[in-house]
């Protein structure tokens, strides 16, 4: 018998991609501190992170993997050494070094599960940090760092945990929250779908019809599931092909 280790790891494959086709979203690039929710949701903004005037929010927090210090101020581009209008610099006590490893300019946003992430490139392009900010639903807790270190080849990670890495509303000039343009294309699609249900059945009552026949087309919305089914069996084949080679057996 065939292992079915790779079929049942399609399958989860399968669904984890059609579970982020339909619930992922995207954090658009407002300003190197804020980015805005492209389903409407809101917005992430770090300004509230206010450093004393002339250091880092963050400064010389030590790698979980080595000696290094490193220092990150969010929005406000800082200086540390021969660092210079930088967002992270890294120090090297032994020799006293530092190291650019990303600047506010080439700041950029992502997701990774719920979280936002901001990634800065450094000036010469050599070197990465990324940044992940996990949401504090407690106001009064004070924001931390945890500095990972450099976790492969010039690629640096740490995780911000604050109050002010937490969503809020992002509004317009009118003061109401933005509709994003999938939330627009879903309201316009039940819309239709709305009225032409109801189309459908006054169009039937005037046929005299009654009961199930009431519903416009019902042949094909009663094929649904098994289109559906068909659907899903031939999107986990193309998945399992290629993703891991593997085709059932007939």
Not at 8 to 36: D, E, H, P, Q, R
């Amino acid at each position: 018998m065939k292992p079915q280790t790779p079929f049942v790891a399609c399958v989860l494959f399968a669904i984890a991609t059609v579970g982020t086709m339909v619930t992922g979203k995207n954090c658009n690039y407002k300003s190197s501190c804020s980015c805005v929710f492209d389903d409407g949701s809101g917005m992430v903004d770090l300004s509230a992170l206010k450093p004393t005037p002339g250091t880092p929010m963050f400064k010389d927090q030590p790698s979980q993997r080595d000696y290094y210090l490193f220092s990150y101020n969010p929005c406000v581009p800082f200086n540390e050494g021969t660092c210079t209008n930088v967002a992270v610099c890294q120090y090297d006590p032994r020799y006293n070094v530092y190291y650019e490893i990303g600047s506010q300019s080439n700041a950029a946003f992502s997701m990774t599960g719920d979280d936002v992430v901001v990634t800065y490139i450094s000036d010469d392009g050599v070197r990465k940090t990324v940044v992940t900010l996990q949401c504090n639903t407690d106001p009064a807790a004070s924001p931390s760092i945890t500095v990972a270190g450099e976790t492969s080849t010039a690629v640096y990670e740490m995780t911000v945990n604050a109050h002010q890495a937490c969503a809020v509303p992002s509004t317009g000039s009118s003061g109401s929250a933005s509709l994003s343009g999938g939330s627009v294309m879903l309201i316009i699609f039940f819309s239709l779908l709305l009225t032409y249900m109801l189309a459908g059945v006054a169009f039937n009552v005037v046929r005299k019809q009654s009961g199930m026949d009431l519903i416009p087309n019902r042949n094909f919305w009663i094929d649904v599931p098994s289109l559906i089914k068909d659907g899903w069996s031939l999107t986990m084949l193309v998945v399992c092909r290629r993703q891991y080679g593997y085709v059932s057996a007939k």
